[in-house]
């Protein structure tokens, strides 16, 4: 009996954290949809407290990161994204940006090549980040 009540314990404590990180996701991800950047930002911190695997909380926090331009936070929170997901298209392509932006262009290069292998769903980028790195070698040459 005693056995029975900890597994029931057990499963409910579960499925309220679980319940707690998906509503917290939701929530944060709702109040990004309407630029309420502050409040999902906490929202996006408090489910990584909750579950720090989550890749897509950290996503979002780079793309706050990103419009707050804080970049060191931005490129760690990409990082983390895709150490936890290295399939990750939106995270390589923000990364691949921020190089570019540095003139970091061998490192670009490099992610890009990476960006070309996993690309499903972002391939319409690959011409602008080829573009950008050509008009870099234009200039290196000239």
């Known amino acids: 009996m005693k056995l029975i009540l900890i597994f029931l314990v057990f499963f409910a404590f579960c ?3 679980f319940a707690k990180e998906k509503s917290f996701f939701d929530e944060a991800k709702k ?3 309407e630029e309420k950047f502050e409040e999902s930002k906490f929202l996006f911190q408090r489910n990584i407290v909750y579950n720090p695997k989550h890749a897509k909380s950290y996503l979002y926090l780079a793309k706050i990161y ?3 331009e804080d970049n060191s ?3 760690k929170n990409i990082n983390t994204t895709l150490l936890l997901d290295p399939r990750n298209e939106e995270a390589m392509y923000l990364l691949i940006e921020i190089e570019i932006d540095r ?11 990476d960006f070309k292998k996993i690309c499903t769903s972002l391939c319409d980028k690959i011409s602008s980040i080829d573009r950008r790195l050509k008009e870099f070698e234009k200039k290196d040459a000239s």
């Open 66 to 68: 990103k419009k707050e």
């Open 15 to 17: 499925f309220s954290t």
């Open 103 to 113: 003139s970091n262009f061998s490192k670009a290069e490099e992610l890009n090549d």
């Open 31 to 33: 109040l990004y949809d």
């Open 73 to 75: 936070e931005e490129e």
